[in-house]
C-alpha cells in the first residue's frame, strides 16, 4: 500500500483524501475525506478574477489539510483545480499561495482530464458489464463521460449550481422566470455535450458530487447525512422530481433547515438538483446511482 493524499479544489467546495491505496490493484483504503466550502468561484463568472475573499477562504482551508497530511504521513500529494481557476485572469496568485502552503502546484486541469479522474474514481469499484454515463455536477461546470471500463467519451460544459444561481436567480425562492432560464441554460449545454458524448446510449446513469448526494440524502429521508445510506443508493426519476419542486419552491431559511443540507450549499442547491432533472429527463433515466467516490478518488488513484 501506498499512502496518498488528493485534493480537488472547484468553484464551490475544496476536498481532501488521504488512503491507503494499492497500485497494482487500484483498491484504496480511505483514512481521512473532508469537505470545506470556500465559494473559490464567487464572481468569477462576472469579474473574471478571483475575489480576495475566496482566495483567503480557500488558502485558510489549505493549511488546516496540510496540517491533516502531515499527522497521517502521506508521502505523495496531488492538487488539482477545477473549473474556477481555469477561468481566472488572477490564478497565477492562487497558484503561489497554494505552492506556499502545501508545497505543491495546483495543476490546472481541463474539463476532459477532470471527466476522466471522475470517471475512474465513481466506476472503479462497480465492476459491471454495461456502459455508464457518469455525471460529475459541480459549482462552475459540469462533465459527462461515457465508458465501461475505461473512457470513451467526454465533455465539460460550464453549467454547475454556482455559475448558473449567479447567473440568473435574484428572488427567494427563484420565479418561474429565473427557473426557465436555468432550465435553457441547462438544455442548451445539453445539446452541446450531445454533440460529442452519446448521452442517451449508455445503461447507467451515476450521478457525482454535492448536488446530487444533497438530493439523494433528501430523497431518503435522512435525518442527518449518513455518506454509507447514500453511497451506491438508487434515486428514482420522481423521486429527484419531488425534491426539485420542493427546492425550488422553498425559501432560504426553510432549506437551510432541512437537517442533511451543508450551510454552504442553501443558496445554490435548487439550481443544482435542477441541473441533475433535466439530464435525466434529456436521457430518459428512470433513475440515478449516487456515488460518494468521484474526482477525488480518481486523483487518489492517479497518485498511487
Do not use: W
Amino acid at each position: 500500500m501506498t499512502r496518498v493524499a488528493g485534493i480537488d479544489c472547484g468553484t464551490n467546495s475544496i476536498r481532501l483524501l488521504v488512503a491507503d491505496v494499492d497500485p497494482e490493484t487500484g483498491e484504496l483504503i480511505e483514512l481521512d475525506r473532508r469537505m470545506t466550502i470556500v465559494r473559490l468561484g464567487q464572481g468569477v463568472d462576472k469579474t473574471g478574477r478571483l475575489a480576495p475573499e475566496a482566495l483567503e477562504r480557500t488558502f485558510a482551508a489549505c493549511r488546516e489539510y496540510a496540517a491533516v497530511i502531515r499527522e497521517l504521513g502521506a508521502g505523495r500529494l496531488r492538487f488539482v483545480a477545477t473549473s474556477a481557476s481555469r477561468d481566472a485572469e488572477n490564478r497565477d496568485e492562487f497558484v503561489r499561495g497554494v505552492l506556499d502552503i502545501l508545497g505543491v502546484e495546483p495543476e490546472v486541469i481541463s474539463g476532459d482530464e477532470e471527466a476522466e479522474f471522475s470517471f475512474t474514481g465513481a466506476t472503479a469499484e462497480l465492476h459491471g458489464t454495461e456502459t455508464y454515463l457518469v455525471v460529475d455536477i459541480g459549482g462552475g461546470s459540469t462533465e459527462f463521460v461515457v465508458g465501461n471500463k475505461h473512457v470513451e467519451a467526454a465533455r465539460s460544459v460550464d453549467i454547475g449550481c454556482v455559475r448558473l444561481t449567479e447567473r440568473h436567480v435574484r428572488t427567494d425562492p427563484p420565479s418561474a422566470e429565473e427557473i426557465a432560464a436555468i432550465r435553457a441554460d441547462v438544455r442548451a449545454a445539453l445539446d452541446l455535450a450531445a454533440e460529442t458524448v452519446p448521452i442517451t446510449e449508455a445503461d447507467t446513469l451515476v450521478g457525482l458530487a454535492g448536488s446530487v448526494t444533497t438530493v439523494a440524502a433528501i430523497a431518503l429521508g435522512l435525518r442527518e447525512y449518513d455518506s454509507e445510506r447514500i453511497h451506491r443508493s438508487r434515486i428514482s426519476y420522481e423521486q429527484v422530481a419531488d425534491v426539485v419542486g420542493r427546492l425550488l419552491t422553498s425559501t432560504h431559511e426553510e432549506r437551510a433547515a432541512i437537517p442533511v443540507m451543508h450551510p454552504g450549499r442553501v443558496d445554490v442547491i435548487a439550481a443544482g438538483a435542477l441541473v441533475l432533472l433535466e439530464i435525466m429527463e434529456r436521457i430518459g433515466a428512470r433513475e440515478v446511482v449516487v456515488s460518494e467516490h468521484d474526482i477525488l478518488d480518481g486523483i487518489a488513484l492517479s497518485v498511487a
